[in-house]
């Protein structure tokens, strides 16, 4: 296995989460990018374009850890992409935004169809768009996610803000760090 697949996260989740956003924000360098213009009738003041292929940069953490951040397409019909994008993942953090109808469904679909792909990866889950959506509750999200049997971190995250992606980023890690065997020499 290529040595930066151990420090490979993947951002996921449906299109307008926020995956772009949050790879923008806390990279150290600029984003490879393929994004495309988006149809008249799909956008909105704050979103004109949609990934096509993958984001990609990199981050430097406190320690000097460097991270490889990716994120994926949205929309189905490029879910190609995504074991392509995923291959050999350390971390996994689904985006979901708040104000999305179906979002618990939709969440356990993407843990399921993603765990598949990656299944050595470890999971989180940051709740876009909390702002928007007054009648979000984050607990009862949780607790519904817990009963479906996902035990996993999950958080409110505002993509645009790096300081909240990065928490997001280190919760991952830790929660991976800490699912590992203790190794006593
Ligand atoms: N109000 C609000 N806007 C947010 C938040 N997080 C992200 N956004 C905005 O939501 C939009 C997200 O767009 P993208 O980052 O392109 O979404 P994406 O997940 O990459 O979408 P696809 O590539 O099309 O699948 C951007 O306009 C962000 O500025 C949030 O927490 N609150
Ligand atoms: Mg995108």
């Not at 708040?98 to 969440?107: E, I, N, Q, V, Y």
């Not at 702002?131 to 519904?144: G, T």
């Not at 409110?156 to 997001?168: M, S």
Request: with cysteine; charged share 20%; net charge negative.
């Amino acid at each position: 296995m290529p040595d930066h697949y151990h420090n490979k996260l993947v951002f996921v989740g449906d299109m307008g989460a926020g995956k772009t956003t949050a790879v923008r924000s806390i990279s150290d360098v600029e984003p490879v990018s393929t994004e495309m213009p988006m149809s008249v009738g799909e956008r909105t003041d704050t979103k004109s374009t949609t990934t096509v292929a993958l984001d990609y940069s990199t981050v430097e953490l406190d320690d000097g850890e460097l991270l490889h951040i990716y994120g994926v397409p949205g929309q189905k019909y490029l879910d190609f992409m995504w074991p392509m994008v995923c291959e050999g993942a350390l971390g996994i953090i689904v985006l979901v935004n708040a104000g999305h109808p179906d979002k618990l469904a939709t969440t356990e679909s993407l843990l399921n169809e993603f765990s598949r792909m990656a299944p050595s990866a470890n999971f989180a889950i940051g709740v876009t768009h909390a702002d928007l959506a007054d009648d979000f509750s984050l607990i009862e999200f949780r607790n519904a996610l817990l009963r479906a049997g996902f035990k996993l971190p999950i958080m409110k995250v505002d993509a645009r803000r790096p300081e909240q992606v990065d928490f997001l980023i280190k919760a991952l890690l830790a929660y991976s760090y800490a699912g590992s065997q203790l190794q006593i020499a």
